[in-house]
T-cell receptor, first 109, second 112 residues
Framework: EDKVVQSPLSLVVHEGDTVTLNCSYEVTNFRSLLWYKQEKKAPTFLFML????IEKKSGRLSSILDKKELSSILNITATQTGDSAIYLCADGHQEKLTFGTGTRLTIIP | DGGITQSPKYLFRKEGQNVTLSCEQN?????MYWYRQDPGQGLRLIYYSQIVNDFQKGDIAEGYSVSREKKESFPLTVTSAQKNPTAFYLCASSGGPGGILTFGAGSRLTVL
């Protein structure tokens, strides 16, 4: 059974700090790993990482896949209050996604 | 605008009643999914459908039922057999297996 584990479960930092969120996975036949941001209701897509695309960056957010360690990190630099959200990691190797428990990030002004 | 519409946003139910949550998409996606979200537990898959008139159980299908009679619609029924139905329910769709999911805004069900 696929397993996705995220850490920490929650994180509180001050505006301007840099944060690193972790995701580890135990899957057979890895295909992709996805990151989502959930602010209030609907999760929104951030990144998809695959064997052919292990690094992604968009503005202050970036993500790296470590295939050897079966893990991924999501970095957010110069955090803003709008970054406060739940960040979800998911394994996408089957016809369905398996999600981790999420990391709740709170940015204090 | 293309997207997924879930209704109702909030729903209260008495114990022993069945309720149906609606999910409609106009993205022309083949695959649709229902997830349940509880505090501190992330998203857990209830049912999914890759094509019209076909669907599969997810990890927590007991007490739930679905239908997929049209490509655009994937309603979820929470039956009285679901022992702990109070939760936030998210519907999603994607263009294919392992693809990027687009989520609806969710339905929050509270059982009184």
């Amino acid at each position: 059974e696929d397993k996705v584990v995220q850490s920490p479960l929650s994180l509180v930092v001050h505006e301007g700090d840099t944060v690193t969120l972790n995701c580890s996975y135990e899957v057979t036949n890895f295909r992709s790993l996805l990151w989502y941001k959930q602010e209030k209701k609907a999760p929104t897509f951030l990144f998809m990482l695959t064997s052919s695309g292990i690094e992604k960056k968009s503005g202050r957010l970036s993500s790296i896949l470590d295939k050897k360690e079966l893990s991924s990190i999501l970095n957010i630099t110069a955090t803003q209050t709008g970054d406060s959200a739940i960040y979800l990691c998911a394994d996408g190797h089957q016809e369905k996604l398996t999600f981790g428990t999420g990391t709740r990030l709170t940015i204090i002004p | 605008d293309g997207g997924i519409t879930q209704s109702p946003k909030y729903l209260f139910r008495k114990e022993g009643q069945n309720v149906t949550l609606s999910c409609e998409q106009n993205l022309n996606h083949d695959a649709m999914y229902w997830y349940r979200q509880d505090p501190g537990q992330g998203l857990r898959l209830i049912y999914y459908s890759q094509i019209v008139n076909d669907f599969q159980k997810g990890d927590i299908a007991e007490g739930y039922s679905v239908s997929r009679e049209k490509k655009e619609s994937f309603p979820l029924t929470v039956t009285s057999a679901q022992k702990n139905p109070t939760a936030f329910y998210l519907c999603a769709s994607s263009g294919g297996p392992g693809g990027i999911l687009t989520f609806g805004a969710g339905s929050r069900l509270t059982v009184l």
